[in-house]
């Protein structure tokens, strides 16, 4: 039996909730649109979203209070604590495995990397979002 993507996004970020107290606040499948699914995680101070697009992982990450449109791009965020990123996003060509070989790397780079924005530090957001507008990102 196959797992379903919502059930491979919980599994590669458990320890978000384990580690971190985050609960599942929204999570979506959608089998007949290329099996897309979305999970959304929060916290007091954080949420995190994690989405299946066409076999590609995308995260978001934002302070709880803001609305979602003003949520970080995953790969902005991690090149700030890591300037050395080439790339945040890598999509295997092989087909099987695909998304998880995505889902682990993700996930690991969020936890080791991030840690502040999991924390709820988002004194970084200002200085993202101008270089976002300030370069091809």
Same mark, same amino acid.
């Given at each position: ?12 970020? #458990?320890?978000? /909730? ?5 609960? &599942?606040?929204?999570? #979506?499948?959608?089998?007949?649109? /290329? ?7 929060? *916290?007091? !101070?954080?949420?995190?979203?994690? $989405?299946?697009?066409? !076999?590609?992982? *995308?995260?978001? $990450? ?6 979602? %449109? ?7 965020? =991690? @090149? ?7 790339? =945040?996003? &890598? ?7 695909? $998304? ?6 993700? =996930?690991? /780079? ?6 502040? $924005?999991? +924390?709820?530090?988002?004194?970084? =957001?200002?200085?993202? %979002?101008? +270089? @976002? %507008?300030?370069?091809?990102?």
């Amino acid at each position: 039996m196959t797992t379903l993507p919502i059930q491979l996004i919980k599994q590669y970020f #458990q320890y978000l /909730m384990d580690e971190y107290g985050f609960c &599942v606040d929204r999570e #979506q499948y959608s089998p007949d649109t /290329m099996g897309n699914a979305e999970v959304v995680v929060k *916290l007091d !101070s954080t949420t995190v979203q994690v $989405v299946i697009d066409r !076999s590609q992982v *995308l995260i978001k $990450v934002g302070a709880t209070e803001w609305s979602e %449109r003003k949520w970080l791009d995953f790969a902005a965020v =991690a @090149r700030y604590f890591d300037p050395s990123l080439k790339e =945040a996003y &890598v999509f295997p060509e092989v087909a099987e495995m695909r $998304v998880e070989i995505q889902l682990d790397r993700l =996930a690991h /780079m969020l936890r080791q990397d991030c840690e502040p $924005v999991l +924390r709820g530090d988002f004194s970084m =957001a200002k200085q993202i %979002r101008e +270089r @976002r %507008r300030g370069s091809n990102y």
